[in-house]
């Protein structure tokens, strides 16, 4: 089946869990397709917690992408 939404990828360098090759390597498969994707990179002491503890570093990034 298609994708169909929106994807926005939010990736902390620092994931030790979700590793950020691997998520830059799915969203480099989805930015060669029609699906719209973007990016968005951070980094946190926090590591794979950043996501949670960190938000106000990606949150206008967040914002933006849903208004598109």
């Not at 990016?39 to 960190?54: K, P, W």
């Amino acid at each position: 089946e298609k994708i169909s939404a929106k994807m926005l990828f939010i990736v902390c360098d620092e994931d030790l869990i979700f590793q950020p090759a691997d998520a830059l390597a799915s969203y480099q498969q989805l930015e060669a397709s029609p699906v719209d994707t973007a990016l968005v990179r951070f980094n946190s002491d926090y590591g794979h917690l950043g996501a949670i503890l960190d938000t106000d570093k990606f949150a206008d990034d967040i914002r933006t992408f849903l208004q598109r």
